[in-house]
Structures are given as C-alpha cells and as structure tokens.
C-alpha cells in the first residue's frame, strides 16, 4: 500500500461509563478462568434500574426500518458476491544490497518477517489482488510484485497457486498475474466513469499482512469522497528512480473513506451492484495505516492496461508529444475561456503530432473525442483510452475562439522493457524444505519422545512449504503419507517420491508423546 504523508494524527480516546455507582465486593481477575464474583448495587439504585429494565423498546417506522434493511442486504449481497473472488498475494524478494528506490523503501514498511529473524531471505510482503476471468487473470498493483522473485496467490476457499506476471504497468500501478485454474470466480468490471461522489463503496482485502494473516478478505465500507484526485505519487516514484516513463504516469484516482490499510493495495473498490470499480493503491497517512483518505485506480484505466498487457506483455501508450499543466482562474481570463476547465499547452516534444496537426502554445485543450476535459488527470486518462495510430478530434480554445485539429496519435516511449516473470524452477525432485537427521536413543529418552528411532527434524528452510504449513524443528516424522518411518532416509526418500503439485501427509511427534498431523503440497 502507497502512503501518502499528511500533517494529520489521531488519538485513541478512553471512555468510562458510570451505571448507577455500582459496586462489587472484588474486581474479576479473569474473565475466562471461571470465577465467581459478588456484586452489590448501592442504596436506592435498585428499584430504578429494575424499572428501566422493563421499558419497551421504542418501535422505528416499518417503512424506514425495511428501507434500512434492504440497504443492508445490497451491502452485505455486492460483498458475497465479490469475496469470492478476492486473492491473498504473497511475495518473496530476494534482498541484496542493490540501492533501493522510494517504492522500494515505502513497499518495505509494511514487510512483514517472522518475529526475531530479519535476516531471513528471501524477504516476504503481501498485497491482494482480484480474479478477473475464470481462468485465472489476476489483477493487483504494479508495486506489490515488483522485484518478485516467487508470487503465490490464496483465493478466499483457500486453495493456493503460483503465479506467473503477465506484465506491469508502473504508469499506472497496475500489474496483471495469471494462476492455472478454471471455472473460478472472477468479479464482474463495472464502469469507473459512471462513479458518483457520495456513493456507497466497499473496499475488500487483507488489511494487515503477516505470514499467517487471520485477516484475510475483510470488507470495510465507506463513500466515494472524489473522483480525479491528482497525487503525484506514481510521477514521484519514477523520479526519484530515474525512469523516463515519469513523464508518463497517470494519476485521475478515485478518493475514498472506506478503510484502507496496508495489504489491501491490488484489492477492488466495489459499489452496491457488485461491480468492481477501481483498484485499491494508495493512502494519505502520517502513520501508515487507515485515516480516511484511500485511493483506488479507475477500473475503467485498469481494463484498458490489461488488454495491453495481454496483448503485448506492455502498454502501449498513445502520444500527442505535448507539455500541459492545468487551468487555473487566470489562464481562464487570459486565454477567454467560458469556464475554468481544460488543460493547458506549453511546449512540444520533437515530431510532435499535436503541433503538426496544427496546435500551437497557449491553446487550451477543451475537448478530445468529442468529450469535454475537465483537468489534468482525467485528460491523461482519456488520452490514454486510445491506441497508438488512432485519429482524435482534438478542440481547443485560443484566445477566446474555438478550434479543432485531427491528431493521429503517437507511441509513447515508455522506457519500460517487457516484464514477463515465471513460476519459480521447479527443483530436481520434490523438496518441501526439511533437513532431516537421525532421532538417536539418548535424544528419545531425554525429550521423552515414545520411540528410540525415527526422522528428527533438524531445520525448516525458511518459506518453505513446510514453514507455511508451520512444521517446526525438533519434531520427529513418525509417518509419511501413512507410511511409518524408522529414519532420516527412509523419510526422506519417500517424501522425495512424491510428484510435483500433490500433497505429502506427515504424521508428527513433538516432545512428550502426542503428535500432530501436517498436510503439504509439494512444489
């Protein structure tokens, strides 16, 4: 999730509630260990709260109560329908000491490592994603698997994929992934341009990622506060990195206070149809988590970048080969604008198609395809609604007097090269991350395990399968896949035997004789 500093900070308040001045012999210590505790109201409460008890709940108005309940059921229906199709991405990077960008160094706030060990490496980071076909087209946020050397994808029924990157689109923030499955259950795209300020939205993800997130798919609700919010987060970041595609980003996000926090980046934004109308990316916070100003890219852009992506591996950037800036109340009075909209022109790139088609420094664009431009960002969005080669009717104003140019569109050097990523290499034979030692007599007897022999597990590779499915060391393997095992290569042999993507089932005994049964899918 992209954090966006603000000047603002909360507090948590505490708030005492008085009842009536009751008292007790003895404060309760736990509520959960099962004591018993005495209360004893004071002198003439009593009566009072005895009568109180008896007081009839006040009855709403039945029209207003179904008008409620019917806004509760569109809630809570849009969130049934698109849970299902919400991911958990978890990523593992690679470190090393290459110098790290301001995307990197904000991703990295919200690593999450096992507790006592930050040297562990590969890192690993999360983020959500949507399935947006049934074949498994994943979309989520650029700067959640950027660096990504392994991606796997949990679908809210909690099965578990490895993803591929189709491509990624650091312009824009959008990143297309692509697990093997079918029949699953893709979210329905809406249309970002129809969004309302003041509608109703829901943001679904996993708001707080750890390695063993126990919230996952959580939903929060809220409004959709603007529409075309300019952040220069995006440009930012591209600056800071030295990528020419800076000059190329969009930003034209939708605003919204429904609860974002870090691992819901890549998340949809979903209205009361169950549309998906953005995509989550960014929040404007002075401690890194929800205070009500969230960020969602326009599904509409989103759509437009996955068909490149599938196309192409890249997007393909439509290119006027223009320098704009926005319209402000005195370019409205010098240039004779009817309104303070528009975008407008200050230079030229070399060959520009603009400035062949016939426009000059100082025009204001006003309209483009027939669609009237309101700023900057949506601009860049309707620019970018069109491929390269396409022909737009481009309508300007140039002191005071309209004109209209025909412009065929450029392709934009991006500077980005295809990104196209790989499951990890499968190894050799199947390995789920266990070094394994002989169990000796004497260990059995001082740890009190019930047999003198078996598969001791020495270590747990970090990320492994086996640390997922939270093996740890010091167990001893009694059985594989129901099998019994008396050492370290027996166990081992038969563990390696298993074939690629089927699942392993350990029987396993921890110190003092009880066991505990671990179910592994091999890479």
């Known amino acids: 999730m992209r954090n966006i500093p603000t000047g603002r900070a909360f507090t948590l308040a505490t708030v005492a509630f008085l009842c009536g001045m009751v008292t007790a012999t003895r404060m309760p210590a736990a509520l959960d260990q099962g004591d018993t505790h005495t209360y004893r109201l004071a002198a003439g409460t009593a009566a ?111 099965r578990v994929f490895d993803a591929t990157v189709v491509g990624a689109d650091p312009t824009t923030d959008i990143a297309l992934l692509r697990i093997d499955g079918s029949d699953l259950p893709a979210a329905p795209l809406g249309d970002s341009d129809r969004v309302r300020v003041g509608e109703w939205v829901m943001a679904i993800g996993n708001p707080a990622f750890t390695h063993a997130s126990t919230l996952d798919f959580t939903v929060t609700g809220g409004i959709v506060s603007a529409v075309g919010r300019p952040l220069n987060v995006i440009s930012q970041e591209l600056r800071e990195t030295r990528q020419a595609a800076a000059a190329f980003a969009i930003e ?44 969602a890219v326009p599904v509409n852009m989103a759509k437009r970048v996955m068909v490149d992506l599938l196309e192409h591996g890249h997007v393909r950037r439509p290119l006027l080969g223009i320098s704009i800036s926005a319209v402000g109340p005195e370019d409205a009075e010098v240039y004779g604008l009817p309104r303070i909209a528009g975008v407008l022109v200050e230079d030229f790139a070399v060959t520009s198609p603009a400035e062949q088609a016939g426009l000059r420094r100082h025009d204001v664009i006003v309209g483009i395809g027939g669609q009237p431009v309101q700023r900057l960002g949506q601009f860049q969005s309707m620019v970018a609604t069109h491929r390269p080669g396409d022909v737009v009717d481009v309508e300007v104003i140039r002191y005071g007097e309209p004109h209209r140019f025909s412009v065929r569109l450029n392709e934009a050097d991006l500077g980005i090269q295809r ?105």
């Open 48 to 158: 009072p709260v005895a009568a109180a008890l008896q007081v009839p709940p006040r009855s709403p108005d039945p029209a207003t109560l179904e008008d409620a309940r019917r806004f509760s059921a569109a809630f809570a229906d849009a969130a049934a329908g698109v849970t299902p199709s919400v991911a958990r991405i978890q990523v593992e990077r690679v470190a090393d000491d290459t110098p790290r960008g301001f995307h990197d160094r904000m991703r990295d706030r919200f690593d999450r490592m096992p507790e006592g060990h930050p040297e562990l490496n590969p890192r690993v980071t999360g983020g959500t994603g949507v399935l947006v076909s049934t074949d498994g087209l994943v979309l989520t946020n650029t700067h959640v698997i950027s660096g990504a050397s392994r991606i796997t994808v949990t679908l809210a029924d909690k």
């Open 252 to 295: 034209d996000f939708i605003q919204t206070d429904a609860a974002i926090n870090p691992g819901n980046s890549g998340g949809p934004l979903v209205d009361l149809r169950g549309e998906v109308v953005g995509i989550n990316t960014a929040i404007a916070s002075q401690t890194g988590f929800n205070q009500g100003y969230g960020f």
């Open 419 to 523: 990104v196209v990523r790989t499951a990890p290499e499968r190894p050799a034979a199947p390995d789920i991350g266990l070094d394994l030692v002989d169990l000796t007599p004497d260990l059995a007897q001082e740890r009190n395990f019930s047999r003198p022999d078996g598969a001791l597990i020495d270590a747990v590779r970090p990320y492994s399968p086996a640390m997922r499915r939270q093996v740890t060391t010091g167990l001893v393997i009694r059985e594989v896949n129901r099998r019994p095992v008396s050492s370290a290569a027996e166990a081992d042999r038969i563990i390696r035997s298993a074939t690629s993507g089927s699942v392993v089932s350990l029987l396993l005994e921890h110190e003092g004789g009880g066991t505990v049964i671990r179910n592994i899918r091999v890479p």
